[in-house]
């Protein structure tokens, strides 16, 4: 997926993707998904394909998975999200360097 992105190709997710599905049942019975990206810039080519899976509104179009025990993300997550900003902000602030 990164080497089609660096190629300036498509980097589409099917939408018949399990995750994509994942998220569609869980968001549907009503639990909320978020998720929290520590950024430095310049950012690296992994993370802006990451940010270009996003619609310009913040909307989710696309995603990786990441291994680790619940506990442990739970924790990171939490002191990431005290310290975050919402995309719509970051990407405001990152066009006017």
Known sequence: ???KFRRGEPVDLPDDHPWLERVRQQCGVGKLMRRVRVV????TDYLRMELFHYASEGRFTGTTTEQGSLTRYLNIRDRA???SMELS?????ATRR
């Open 1 to 3: 997926m990164l080497a």
């Open 40 to 43: 430095t810039h310049p950012l």
């Open 81 to 83: 999200l005290a310290d």
């Open 89 to 93: 902000a970051y990407t405001a602030r």
